[in-house]
């Protein structure tokens, strides 16, 4: 089911770009205790141009934490977001553009997501991001 509101999905839809939005500013606050929660327990994050796989909820904090030290004058920026779900609503993907913009208002790093999430218990959760 392609994105949503015309489909009677709105909620979900909704539910799924906030759990994207508030990846990324966890991300930027170094909040890696809420960063966490938004993973299912064995969740996934790839960064693809440094070859790295970070899974599972220690991992995933560690993660948070040392990007968020690397890029603490940093914000990151995600957007065209391309939402589906699968048949049974339980399932989603997203392919989207992000970039980080220094303090100094210049982009310095920019590339794509494609997401895998799970419904789990009524919530919406990333499986995997790379």
């Known amino acids: 089911v392609r994105g949503s509101f015309e489909t009677g999905v709105s909620s979900d839809w909704a539910a799924v770009n906030n759990l994207i939005s508030l990846n990324l500013q966890y991300l ?13 327990p064995d969740g996934i994050c790839e960064v693809v141009s440094l070859n790295l796989t970070f899974k599972g909820p220690q991992e995933l904090s560690k993660f948070c934490v040392n990007t968020h030290q690397k890029f603490s004058t940093c914000t990151h920026w995600e957007g065209n977001l391309a939402i589906e779900f699968n048949h ?23 590339g794509r997501h494609e997401d895998k999430f799970e419904k789990q218990g009524g919530k919406w959760k990333f499986a995997h991001r790379k």
């Open 28 to 40: 930027d606050q170094g909040d890696d205790e809420n960063f966490v929660k938004l993973f299912s």
């Open 88 to 110: 049974t609503m339980l399932e989603a993907t997203n392919r989207s553009y992000w970039q980080a913009i220094n303090d100094k208002g210049e982009i310095i790093s920019v």
